[in-house]
């Protein structure tokens, strides 16, 4: 079975710096994919960013960006010019290729960042 | 998000009784998911959906059962509920085929006393 390991269970930053969340992975599969999740108080899931394996290019979206490192199985959020709106607790997850899987996404157990002004 | 409704937002239940959370969907999608969500575990899948009346056990499914009698609703059943289940559920709906992006529900905070 898949597991996903985060292994910070808090983080903090300040207002405008850059913060990096580790993530890791175990999977005898060649094809998948990675997500970060956040979640604010709200509750509410929001995606981040995602990444395909099959992709060796490192998958961007505005200020949030990853370090996919497929051979050591890492999956790294780095979120840059923090922002106060960026704390949440943020879960990594990870999803197995074709209809086999039915898709069921594995989660870790989250990092809970802080951002202070 | 407006295409997943999960009921009730909230409840406060007894040890012993019987619950039943629910989850709506207009999205039309194959693939449901009930998750629960727990400090210092994350989401862990209880049981899920992939298609009306197929249904799978997910990796925490014990002490919960669930039915899919038609593709909008996706019932999640504690046959007689614990303190261990008090928890957050989050329901998740995701279409068939090629790369999607899944849809979540905001949550259900159930109470066991």
């Known amino acids: 079975a898949q597991t996903v390991t985060q292994s910070q269970p808090e983080m903090s930053v300040q207002e405008a710096e850059t913060v990096t969340l580790s993530c890791t992975y175990d999977?005898?599969?060649?094809?998948?994919?990675l997500f970060w999740y956040k979640q604010p108080p709200s509750r509410q899931m929001i995606l981040v960013i995602r990444?395909?394996?099959?992709?060796?290019q490192n998958a961007t979206e505005n200020r949030f960006s990853v370090n996919f490192q497929k051979a050591a199985k890492s999956f790294s959020l780095k979120i840059s010019d923090s922002q106060l709106g960026d704390a949440a607790m943020y879960f990594c997850?990870?999803?197995?290729?074709?209809?086999?899987?039915?898709?069921?996404?594995?989660f870790g157990k989250g990092t809970l960042l802080t951002v202070n002004p | 998000d407006a295409g997943i409704t999960q009921s009730p937002r909230h409840k406060v239940t007894e040890t012993g009784t019987p619950v039943t959370l629910r989850c709506h969907q207009t999205?039309?999608?194959?693939?449901m998911y009930w998750y629960r969500q727990d400090p210092g575990h994350g989401l862990r899948l209880i049981h899920y959906?992939?298609?009306?009346?197929?249904?799978d056990k997910g990796e925490v499914s014990d002490g919960y059962s669930v039915s899919r009698s038609k593709t909008e609703d996706f019932l999640l059943t504690l046959e007689s509920a614990t303190s261990s289940q008090t928890s957050v559920y989050f329901c998740?709906?995701?279409?068939?085929?090629?790369?999607?992006?899944?849809?979540f529900g905001s949550g259900t905070r159930l109470t066991v006393v």
């Open positions: 998740a709906t995701r279409q068939d085929g090629g790369y999607y992006g899944y849809t």
């Open positions: 999977t005898s599969e060649s094809d998948y994919y």
């Open positions: 990444q395909e394996a099959y992709k060796q």
């Open positions: 997850a990870y999803r197995g290729s074709g209809g086999g899987s039915n898709y069921k996404l594995t």
């Open positions: 999205e039309n999608h194959r693939y």
């Open positions: 959906s992939y298609g009306v009346k197929d249904t």
